[in-house]
């Protein structure tokens, strides 16, 4: 018991280790804002599904591959990343029935790393999320 104890903030330490790492691998694998975000969408598409919404650049007769907006609604948390400036605004919206209650505003590091943390969370339990989660992590596809 005292051994498993010991190792609990081990596990912690090197999870956070593999979230902050996650973070550094995204930001340097994506030279321009665009590239980070269309990453993100390729990795939790398949985990988030319909809580995964994309607003796409463009009009009714052009088309797009530039993200303008990204909302992921994991758990209790609202992670929206506005691209609509030359910088990616990032906010975090705290939800209890539905609703947002509060929103906070935060950079592109920190709200990476609690994305993350939240998937990380629901990987617990679904393994599309944790399939999503080894693929940012270990840089696949």
């Given at each position: 018991m005292?051994?498993?104890?010991?190792?609990?903030?081990?596990?912690?330490?090197?999870q956070a280790?593999?979230?902050?790492?996650?973070?550094?691998?995204?930001?340097?694998?994506?030279?321009d804002?665009?590239?980070?975000?269309?990453?993100?969408?390729?990795?939790?598409?398949?985990?988030?599904?319909?809580?995964?919404?994309?607003?796409?650049?463009?009009?009714?007769?052009?088309?797009?591959?530039?993200?303008?907006?990204?909302?992921a609604?994991?758990?209790?948390?609202?992670f929206i990343?506005?691209?609509?400036?030359?910088t990616?605004?990032?906010?975090?919206?705290?939800?209890?029935?539905?609703?947002?209650?509060?929103?906070?505003?935060?950079?592109i590091s920190?709200?990476?790393?609690k994305?993350?943390?939240?998937?990380?969370?629901?990987?617990?339990n679904?393994?599309?999320?944790?399939?999503a989660?080894?693929?940012?992590?270990?840089g696949?596809?």
């Amino acid at each position: 018991m005292a051994d498993e104890l010991e190792r609990l903030p081990e596990e912690a330490d090197d999870q956070a280790m593999r979230l902050q790492s996650a973070v550094v691998s995204l930001q340097s694998s994506a030279t321009d804002s665009q590239i980070l975000l269309r990453l993100l969408t390729e990795q939790l598409s398949s985990a988030l599904g319909q809580r995964l919404s994309v607003e796409r650049k463009g009009g009714l007769f052009k088309k797009s591959n530039e993200v303008k907006r990204l909302r992921a609604d994991i758990g209790d948390r609202s992670f929206i990343a506005d691209a609509s400036a030359p910088t990616i605004a990032c906010s975090i919206g705290h939800i209890s029935g539905g609703i947002t209650i509060k929103t906070e505003s935060t950079g592109i590091s920190d709200w990476l790393v609690k994305l993350l943390g939240c998937l990380q969370d629901e990987a617990k339990n679904s393994e599309a999320a944790r399939q999503a989660l080894d693929s940012i992590i270990l840089g696949g596809s």
